[in-house]
């Protein structure tokens, strides 16, 4: 149980492209989903918490305006990267848990994007 | 300051030897939850276990235990009987906050490597 897919997984494109990653929860409702960003080699980085129904939360240096963040329903979240540069070309992971505190995060796949 | 510390950047074990891999963490809330996560090369991030702050036992999960010190602030993975497939980054992540405002810290990781 508790399987998050992640959408695409590779994403390849050219820069001023927007690309749209797709979060879902195929078993269970989120009501809360995670959007992390990781370079190579380093940690996870939390980019917003995306919540149904609402605006998401975004951490402190992350441009809304670039990362678009929409949570339309209890079982998908989606995170829209406008006009892609190079510099946006990363690893972007999602994550969701049940409710509870001590249940994991469980996450996708993860979809590496390369904006060339 | 750091809230999730992982002091090894990598590491090296024989197979089937027991592997220690450190975790300090630093909130002042009184509630919050540790996990470990195995991150393989692919990329997807696997859940391995939890340890809440009130729990009064260490976490186990088959051959992972969490040797969890509150007074120090550690919650250190130990892998017994390493595998080959156990080579991975291995992350150390710390729940914090109430309800629906509950965000995650990750450290910067471990990489492990188990040796034939």
């Known amino acids: 149980g508790a399987v998050v897919s992640q959408h695409p997984s590779w994403v390849i494109c050219k820069s001023g492209t927007s690309v749209k990653i797709e979060c879902r929860s195929l078993?269970?409702?989120?009501?809360?989903m995670f959007w992390y960003r990781q370079f190579p080699k380093q940690s996870l980085m939390l980019m917003a918490t995306?919540?149904?129904?609402?605006?998401?939360?975004?951490e402190q240096g992350v441009e809304k305006d670039k990362f678009l963040i929409n949570h339309a329903s209890l079982t998908l979240s989606t995170l829209t990267v406008t006009s892609a540069h190079p510099e946006d070309s990363s690893f972007y992971i999602c994550?969701?848990?049940?409710?509870?505190?001590?249940?994991?995060?469980?996450f996708g796949d993860g979809t590496r994007l390369s904006i060339l | 300051a750091q809230k999730i510390t992982q002091t090894q950047p990598g590491m090296f074990v024989q197979e089937k030897e027991a592997v220690t891999l450190d975790c300090t963490y630093d909130?002042?809330?009184?509630?919050?939850?540790l996990f470990w996560y195995k991150q393989p090369s692919s990329g997807e991030m696997i859940f391995l276990i939890y340890?809440?702050?009130?729990?009064?036992q260490n976490a186990t999960e088959g051959r992972y235990s969490l040797n969890f010190q509150k007074a120090r602030k550690s919650a250190n993975l130990v892998i017994s009987a390493s595998q080959l497939g156990d080579s991975a980054m291995y992350f150390c992540?710390?729940?914090?906050?109430?309800?629906?405002?509950?965000?995650?810290?990750f450290g910067t990781g471990t990489r492990l490597k188990v040796l034939a």
């Open positions: 994550s969701a848990r049940l409710q509870g505190g001590n249940q994991p995060q469980h």
């Open positions: 078993d269970f409702q989120a009501t809360t």
């Open positions: 995306s919540n149904e129904g609402s605006k998401a939360t975004y």
């Open positions: 909130t002042s809330d009184p509630s919050y939850g």
């Open positions: 340890q809440g702050s009130y729990d009064q």
């Open positions: 992540a710390m729940r914090e906050g109430l309800g629906g405002t509950y965000k995650y810290i």
